[in-house]
């Protein structure tokens, strides 16, 4: 096992170490079971939601490799705060180790600048 997950807010900011996915990401509703490779499916009483990697998608996906705790309060709110302050778009999924941004593949390159000051500066 790893080490503990973190709480504290600057903790949790300072080992953000946000990492930049090369590969492209897209959101797709999808009818039966989920395409192999599906990054996450979310089930809604509307549909169903898979984030798939493919050659054109509008997403790029970040992932914060600090193991925040799920009961730790703040990190998305300041994460999405900072990328909001410069007018990126950010959609988080959360797994049990790691916070997973999905921003416009355009201002990916931004978007990780932006996340490693605030982790500078926590």
Not at 32 to 52: H, K, Q, V, Y
Not at 97 to 102: A, P, S, T
């Given at each position: 096992m790893g080490a503990s997950p973190v709480s504290i807010l600057a903790q949790m900011l300072a080992g953000m170490a946000p990492a930049l996915d090369q590969r492209r990401w897209d959101f797709a509703l999808v009818e039966g079971d989920p395409?192999?490779?599906a990054f996450a499916?979310?089930?809604?009483?509307e549909g169903t939601t898979a984030i798939l990697p493919t050659d054109d998608g509008g997403f790029a996906r970040i992932t914060l490799m600090v193991h925040s705790a799920l009961?730790?309060?703040?990190?998305?709110?300041a994460?999405?705060?900072?990328?909001?302050?410069a007018g990126i778009?950010?959609?988080?999924?959360?797994?049990?180790h790691h916070d997973h941004l999905?921003?416009?593949w355009p201002r990916r390159d931004e978007a990780l600048a932006i996340l490693q000051r605030l982790a500078a500066s926590a």
């Amino acid at each position: 096992m790893g080490a503990s997950p973190v709480s504290i807010l600057a903790q949790m900011l300072a080992g953000m170490a946000p990492a930049l996915d090369q590969r492209r990401w897209d959101f797709a509703l999808v009818e039966g079971d989920p395409p192999s490779g599906a990054f996450a499916i979310i089930r809604e009483a509307e549909g169903t939601t898979a984030i798939l990697p493919t050659d054109d998608g509008g997403f790029a996906r970040i992932t914060l490799m600090v193991h925040s705790a799920l009961e730790g309060v703040g990190l998305t709110a300041a994460v999405a705060g900072g990328l909001a302050a410069a007018g990126i778009a950010c959609d988080v999924v959360a797994g049990y180790h790691h916070d997973h941004l999905f921003v416009p593949w355009p201002r990916r390159d931004e978007a990780l600048a932006i996340l490693q000051r605030l982790a500078a500066s926590a």
